[in-house]
């Protein structure tokens, strides 16, 4: 029996992960998975039900964690070069 994932509609995360198909009706049902998906992870994490690793630049990312060293990771992949002190003018 062959297993028919690469049949499901468009408009679904599993048409864009199987297929995979990356039209616009597959990225949007997929970005709204990834938008669940961060706001469920957040909340497990709120709520003291998940441990991810912090200091991880993913971490706050994905999991909206804002601690010192996930804020720090952030900061630091947004500015990779940390060379210093940089002139704003
Ligand atoms: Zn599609
Ligand atoms: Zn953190």
Redesign the pocket.
């Known amino acids: 029996m062959a297993i028919e994932t690469t049949r499901a509609v468009?408009?679904t995360r599993s048409?864009?992960v199987n297929?995979p198909?990356?039209?616009?009706?597959?990225r949007s049902a997929n970005a709204d998975y990834q938008v669940g998906a961060r706001l469920e992870r957040r909340l497990r994490l709120l709520a003291g039900l998940a441990s991810p690793t912090h200091g991880k630049h993913s971490t706050y990312v994905n999991w909206g964690c804002h601690c010192p060293a996930c804020t720090k990771a952030n900061s630091e992949a947004s500015h990779p070069r940390g060379t210093g002190p940089v002139c704003d003018g």
């Open positions: 468009h408009g048409r864009y297929g198909c990356h039209c616009d009706r597959c």
